[in-house]
């Protein structure tokens, strides 16, 4: 059995190869035999990470998914002000428009993703979505959420704001889905005082999410 560190650079390499494919070919016209040629090693390694062809190409996407969450991470810390709804909305948008295998789900791009769309969510910790649960119920306590509807309504139509943008042909600018955000969503006022109190605890949240999704991910590894 290679080290830890060996399998996971290999699992990576994996990775690697089947999202180029995937945007190159599209899930139904890819086998596993052309990911293990891309990746430089025998089909049957590829099934020492994953049992089936499914599996990996989720585990692709599981992957993309994470490193959007970490890119959002890396920019709350770089810039607490980030943590405002619009602000953070904005950077998610443009996070996921630079990545064409999430912009993909998100414009039903059954060409590209084939079945896999429809369960990708199901590969997720369910623990996932009450992080952003809670990080509106942070903004809401602290005034920087409209307090006129519930927080868990509030998700619902901040979700179909989100895919309706991710979801258009050609998608809008980042910059409107943040006009849009903060008009639907944020009170007249927002302070920057209450928005840097409550950084660190919205850090915490998706840093914890991030950890939860990036651990689904390396089971594999």
Request: aromatic share 6%.
């Amino acid at each position: 059995m290679p080290p830890a560190e060996d399998r996971a650079q290999r699992a990576e390499r994996i990775l690697d190869a089947a999202a180029e494919l995937l945007l190159r070919a599209g899930y139904r016209r890819t086998t596993i035999e052309d990911v293990a040629e891309r990746a430089d090693v025998g089909k049957g390694t590829v099934y020492l990470h994953w049992k089936n062809r499914e599996e990996l190409f989720l585990s692709v996407l599981l992957r993309e998914s994470v490193e959007v969450l970490e890119d959002l991470v890396a920019a709350i810390a770089a810039d607490p002000l980030s943590v405002r709804l619009s602000r953070l909305t904005e950077i998610q948008y443009a996070n996921v428009l630079e990545r064409p295998l999430l912009r993909a789900g998100y414009a039903d791009d059954t060409e590209t993703l084939g079945k896999l769309l429809p369960k990708l969510h199901g590969q997720l910790d369910p623990r996932h979505g009450e992080a952003f649960v809670e990080y509106l119920d942070l903004l809401a306590a602290n005034d920087l959420l409209r307090t006129d509807r519930p927080v868990r309504e509030l998700v619902v139509a901040f979700q179909a704001v989100l895919n309706g943008f991710l979801g258009a042909s050609p998608p809008p600018e980042p910059a409107l889905i943040a006009d849009t955000i903060e008009h639907a969503f944020e009170p007249l006022a927002v302070s920057t005082r209450q928005l840097r109190a409550v950084a660190p605890r919205a850090l915490e949240l998706f840093t914890e999410a991030v950890a939860l999704d990036r651990k689904q991910l390396e089971r594999a590894y």
